[in-house]
């Protein structure tokens, strides 16, 4: 069975930095893609970064580029978002994904099989 726990999530505030971390067990995932979303109250879930295993390959959304930074540790099946220049915008639930394969939806929901909990993070002014 395939979990992915999130963990870093906290109260912060503007400018400050988070660094998130998703332990994944159960599979080693070493030839797909990891995600991080994320959702705020009243708003749909969005993507904000994926990574590949092999390859490290990543891709952010634009709101998120230059301050935040996706990594993994393969020996550690464990995926990291850092957070930098955080601002009140970015307050959300942030969940981790994981996909055993990576296919072309990477910045979609739907293209991932498993997800975390979800970690809250709330920036303030």
């Known amino acids: 069975q395939v979990q992915l726990v999130e963990s870093g999530g906290g109260l912060v505030q503007a400018g400050d930095s988070l660094r998130l971390s998703c332990a994944a067990s159960?599979?080693?995932?070493?030839?797909?893609?990891m995600g991080w979303f994320r959702q705020a109250p009243g708003k749909e879930r969005e993507f904000v970064a994926r990574i590949t295993w092999s390859g490290g390959s990543t891709y952010y959304t634009d709101s998120v580029k230059g301050r935040f930074t996706i990594s993994r540790d393969s020996a550690k099946n464990t995926v990291y978002l850092q957070m930098n220049s955080l601002k009140p915008e970015d307050t959300a639930v942030y969940y981790c994904?994981?996909?055993?394969?990576?296919?072309?939806?990477?910045?979609?929901?739907?293209?991932?099989?498993?997800w975390g909990q979800g970690t809250q993070v709330t920036v303030s002014s």
């Open positions: 159960g599979r080693t995932f070493s030839s797909g893609v």
């Open positions: 994904a994981a996909s055993a394969y990576f296919r072309g939806r990477s910045s979609y929901s739907d293209g991932y099989d498993y």
